[in-house]
């Protein structure tokens, strides 16, 4: 007999929540779906259902304690996969763990999109028309996979229509009972002997269709949003997979996001800039009216409060944040610079290359100047 609590890995005295604990840990180990075709892990698995069986029954603990063996009039035949779907509840996502999660349709695989919204849809939470090609139920067949009016599925003579098959087999430890899935129907239980002509008896087809896709309010680039039901039907009966669908931001003309605030360029002149004035500046909601302080300085930033982007799931708004870009003209007319120019002799600003008016000024009254010397020497007649 051998040491139920060597393979196990627990210690004599280990109470039965610490034998379950150990049970499971190499349970999942050792499974044939995560070890395919190991034959030295699926005999290891077998004899740890054995131990487990044992050591997990209080009676027949007991026996093998005092005597190190089992009471043979005990049935040690046991469906390990039972045992299996007893401790995990039916089974675990990813693994085909015996019976319980083996059932007769196929569920179909998941399929993912990438969608492109704009920040009007993204802000309004509105509902887009995304295209999939995905694989549908048969229309000829309607997923059945057998030619439509004939007796194109019967029995499967392997399994009889259970879906499942069991071997029995000898081992150190005992007999040891498998229930594994029908390989001639792979679990249908029927077999087809007139398939479908139009999908081969597959059960299913391609088809382009649109799936509308409801955007929450708020959402940015980045997130999945899933459709259940919406991805490549099952085969047999099975539920069909779900879409995911990545969302992408598509470039605005206007507004730049960060988060839930947008940010708009508003471009001054730079007499706008130190004078102040009264614009108009765009929002999700509409045109508004906006008030620039005199003497605003380049990319003073100015918030409206509540006219960003609504919070994802949350309750308000973000700020729309209008940033003051003052633009400084490249080329100016004569009336322009002249006007400059007398601005910066005002100011006490010294501009270089180019003659101030402030010279031109005094240049003129120079000039007259001399003229009036001129008129006033020695020799000249003034008429009357």
């Given at each position: 007999m051998p040491d139920y609590y060597a393979l196990l890995e627990v210690d004599r005295d280990a109470d039965a929540a610490e034998i379950k604990a150990a049970y499971r840990r190499l349970a999942l180990k050792y499974h044939p779906d995560r070890n395919p075709g190991d034959k030295e892990a699926e005999e290891r698995f077998k004899a740890i259902n054995e131990a487990y069986a044992v050591l997990s029954d209080e009676e027949k603990r007991s026996r093998y304690d005092r005597y190190g063996s089992v009471d043979e009039s005990m049935p040690m035949g046991m469906d390990i996969f039972d045992i299996f779907?007893?401790?995990?509840?039916?089974?675990?996502?990813?693994?085909?763990?015996?019976?319980?999660?083996?059932?007769?349709?196929?569920?179909?695989?998941?399929?993912?999109?990438?969608?492109?919204v704009t920040l009007e849809q993204a802000w309004a939470g509105e509902t887009v028309a995304v295209p999939v090609e995905r694989m549908a139920a048969c229309s000829h067949c309607h997923g059945d996979r057998a030619e439509p009016g004939s007796n194109g599925k019967q029995t499967c003579p392997t399994c009889g229509?259970?879906?499942?098959?069991?071997?029995?087999?000898?081992?150190?430890?005992?007999?040891?009972?498998?229930?594994?899935?029908?390989?001639?129907?792979?679990?249908?239980?029927?077999?087809?002997?007139?398939?479908?002509?139009?999908?081969?008896?597959?059960?299913?087809?391609?088809?382009?269709?649109?799936?509308?896709?409801?955007?929450?309010?708020?959402?940015?680039?980045?997130?999945?949003?899933?459709?259940?039901?919406?991805?490549?039907?099952?085969?047999?009966?099975?539920?069909?997979?779900?879409?995911?669908?990545?969302?992408?931001?598509?470039?605005?003309?206007?507004?730049?996001?960060?988060?839930?605030?947008?940010?708009?360029?508003?471009?001054?002149?730079?007499?706008?800039?130190?004078?102040?004035?009264?614009?108009?500046?765009?929002?999700?909601?509409?045109?508004?009216?906006?008030?620039?302080?005199?003497?605003?300085?380049?990319?003073?930033?100015?918030?409206?409060?509540?006219?960003?982007?609504?919070?994802?799931?949350?309750?308000?708004?973000?700020?729309?944040?209008?940033?003051?870009?003052?633009?400084?003209?490249?080329?100016l007319s004569n009336e322009a610079r002249e006007l400059l120019e007398a601005y910066a002799v005002a100011a006490g600003e010294a501009v270089d290359e180019h003659e101030t008016i402030g010279e031109r000024v005094r240049g003129l009254f120079?000039?007259?100047?001399?003229?009036?010397?001129?008129?006033?020497?020695?020799?000249t007649e003034t008429a009357n």
């Open positions: 779907a007893s401790v995990f509840g039916g089974g675990m996502p990813g693994m085909g763990m015996g019976r319980a999660a083996r059932g007769r349709g196929q569920q179909g695989e998941d399929l993912q999109v990438e969608v492109e229509g259970v879906g499942q098959v069991r071997t029995h087999a000898q081992s150190l430890f005992g007999t040891v009972m498998t229930t594994r899935t029908c390989p001639e129907c792979r679990g249908d239980g029927q077999v087809i002997t007139e398939p479908c002509t139009v999908c081969g008896g597959r059960g299913r087809q391609l088809e382009t269709a649109t799936v509308d896709v409801p955007l929450p309010k708020g959402i940015d680039g980045g997130y999945r949003l899933r459709v259940p039901n919406a991805g490549n039907a099952g085969t047999d009966g099975g539920a069909s997979g779900d879409l995911y669908v990545y969302v992408t931001m598509a470039p605005h003309p206007h507004f730049r996001r960060e988060g839930d605030d947008l940010y708009y360029e508003l471009e001054v002149g730079i007499a706008q800039a130190a004078l102040g004035g009264t614009f108009t500046v765009p929002t999700m909601e509409g045109e508004e009216s906006f008030d620039l302080p005199s003497g605003t300085q380049p990319l003073t930033e100015f918030r409206l409060r509540g006219r960003g982007m609504p919070r994802l799931r949350q309750p308000g708004k973000g700020d729309l944040v209008v940033v003051a870009k003052v633009v400084v003209p490249t080329r120079g000039r007259i100047k001399d003229r009036l010397h001129r008129d006033d020497a020695p020799g």
